[in-house]
Antibody, heavy 120, light 113 residues
Framework: EVQLVESGGGLVKPGGSLRLSCVASGFSFWNYSMNWIRQTPGGGLEWVASLSRRDNRIFYADSVKDRFIISRDNARNSLFLQMNSLRVEDTAIYYC?????????????WGQGTLVIVST | DIVMTQSPDSLAVSLGGRATINCESSESLFYSSNNKDYLAWYQQRPGRPPKLLIYWASTREFGVPDRFSGSGSATNFTLTITNLQAEDVAVYFCQQYYFTPRTFGQGTRVEVK
């Protein structure tokens, strides 16, 4: 079964840091681009970051650039998101998603999500 | 960033009925070189992550029932659900992937009347 399982969310104060992890199973992780997409408390979806499958090209949303770092460990079938200088507006459910082989810009597999709350 | 606007925000449909959701893009999503529209639809059931339904505006993802269909081109798109089932109660999102960053509509909630 194709599966993505996120962990690492929690409550953090503004300015703090968190590291999210996503473990993949059921497919050749190394052969897919991977993403983080978040869902705000209001229900909107926002793409956060992407990491290509081969040449490790990295892309960030402007809202997280210079604060978040996406990385992967193909040997451990894992995707990570290091989140620094967190802001209240980063509060969201963070989903790990797989880029489709049809086009990497759509997500054909989603994890269950991990909740990040940034609050005093 | 490209703005995706869905309408309506919510709708109630009888079981067995038809639901029609619209999605408008602030820029054309049609690429003439490959004759494709860079538009996807997702379904998010309560308490669940989004699920890919349709891409290239009208291609159903493997395993998606044929009561779900996508249509439209350029800046105006439609997701139609025919013969609505109870399990179709969800929020539906459109997403453009022609421009970076990819952006989503605000979502349309479908309920049973």
């Amino acid at each position: 079964e194709v599966q993505l399982v996120e962990s690492g969310g929690g409550l953090v104060k503004p300015g703090g840091s968190l590291r999210l992890s996503c473990v993949a199973s059921g497919f050749s992780f190394w052969n897919y681009s991977m993403n983080w997409i978040r869902q705000t408390p209001g229900g909107g979806l926002e793409w956060v970051a992407s990491l290509s499958r081969r040449d490790n090209r990295i892309f960030y949303a402007d809202s997280v650039k210079d604060r978040f770092i996406i990385s992967r460990d193909n040997a451990r079938n894992s995707l990570f998101l290091q989140m620094n200088s967190l802001r209240v507006e980063d509060t969201a459910i963070y989903y790990c998603t797989r880029g489709s082989q049809e086009t990497v810009m759509i997500s054909d597999v989603w994890g269950q999500g991990t909740l990040v709350i940034v609050s005093t | 960033d490209i703005v995706m606007t869905q309408s309506p925000d919510s709708l109630a449909v009888s079981l067995g009925g038809r639901a029609t959701i619209n999605c408008e893009s602030s820029e054309s999503l049609f690429y003439s070189s490959n004759n494709k529209d860079y538009l996807a639809w997702y379904q998010q059931r309560p308490g669940r992550p989004p699920k890919l339904l349709i891409y290239w505006a009208s291609t159903r993802e493997f395993g998606v029932p044929d009561r779900f269909s996508g249509s439209g081109s350029a800046t105006n798109f439609t997701l139609t659900i025919t013969n609505l089932q109870a399990e179709d109660v969800a929020v539906y999102f459109c997403q453009q992937y022609y421009f970076t960053p990819r952006t989503f509509g605000q979502g349309t909630r479908v309920e049973v009347k």
